[in-house]
């Protein structure tokens, strides 16, 4: 009983201590919450500078990627395209090594390309098909879809014969 009397005596002597504390500086604590609170507002933000200058760099780097990005999406459908061609192609010579003609399978029966667009599943972007195909010759085209992606594309058509010449521009075919 004691020991209760005496801890609530303490406890009640610090809550009063406490209390004429705030009663003595209650206006000063309350001001400098103030002023924390208004200081703290104003670092919080960004100036309209500071926003001006992030859009500035960011409307640099894009000007700048964007062209590049372009290019490359353009050299990944050229690739397709080729290797659409040369799959076409290895096709094409294996029917040859076993029927000794271009046009007609070892049964007799017309030869049909197995890639008939690139890539070789999802929109088309390059149509390829045999402009030439004869029993000693063929001619491989692939032709950029009218209105696709590379419609109007520096490297054109690209074509490969079964001699191996390569048609379109020189570069297109590095690249």
């Known amino acids: 009983m004691r020991t209760q009397e005496v801890n609530g005596t303490a406890s009640r002597h610090y809550y009063n201590q406490f209390l004429s504390l705030i009663k003595e500086k209650g206006d000063e604590w309350i001001e400098k919450c103030q002023q924390l609170r208004r200081d703290s507002r104003r670092e919080a933000g960004f100036t309209l500078i500071e926003v001006m200058i992030v859009v ?68 088309a972007i390059y149509t390829v098909s045999a402009t030439t195909l004869s029993a000693t010759a063929y ?14 594309d520096s490297c054109g058509n690209f074509t490969l014969s079964n001699l191996g010449v390569k048609g379109t521009v020189a570069e297109c075919w590095r690249r």
Do not use: C, W
């Not at 040859?96 to 030869?111: M, Q």
């Open 139 to 152: 001619r491989l085209t692939a032709t950029p879809v009218v209105g696709g992606s590379m419609d109007g």
């Open 56 to 123: 500035a760099i960011v409307a640099i780097l894009a000007a700048i990627a964007y062209p590049s990005y372009i290019e490359h999406v353009k050299r990944a459908h050229r690739a397709d395209a080729k290797t659409a061609l040369l799959e076409n192609a290895q096709f094409l010579e294996r029917n040859f090594t076993e029927s000794n003609v271009y046009n007609k399978t070892s049964a007799n029966a017309d030869i049909t390309l197995p890639q008939t667009q690139s890539p070789a599943s999802g929109t």
